[in-house]
Nanobody, 129 residues
């Protein structure tokens, strides 16, 4: 059974850092690309970052480039999201899911959830002083 368990969220001051973890069970990271998404109250869901199963290629939203880093531990079947230089705009519920990735004609990569109903409960990140 596919399951995602996110952890690592919390309250952090502006400029601070957090590392989120997504423990995946039921599938192998070698077979499925995994992405992080976030949703804040009153805002649309945003794809934050993803990592491709076949070669570890990573994709980032423009809003987090240079501040967030996605990685994975195949042995632990866990995907991480290291977040730094956090600001109030990063406040949201973060969750992980399997994703599809496509490369556009301009070379830009986009990703989206493969199944909108298959996701974890998420972990809350609040950036506030």
């Amino acid at each position: 059974q596919l399951r995602f368990v996110e952890s690592g969220g919390g309250l952090v001051a502006p400029g601070g850092s957090l590392r989120l973890s997504c423990l995946v069970s039921g599938i192998s990271l070698a077979d499925w690309s995994i992405g992080w998404f976030r949703q804040a109250p009153g805002k649309e869901r945003e794809g934050v970052s993803c990592i491709r199963n076949s070669d570890g290629v990573t994709v980032y939203a423009d809003s987090v480039k240079g501040r967030f880093t996605i990685s994975r531990d195949m042995a632990k079947n866990t995907v991480y999201l290291q977040m730094s230089s956090l600001n109030s705009e990063d406040t949201a519920l973060y969750y992980c899911a399997t994703v599809s990735i496509a490369t556009m004609q301009n070379g830009e990569r986009q990703f989206w959830p493969r199944d909108s109903t298959s996701r974890g409960q998420g972990t809350q990140v609040t950036v506030s002083s």
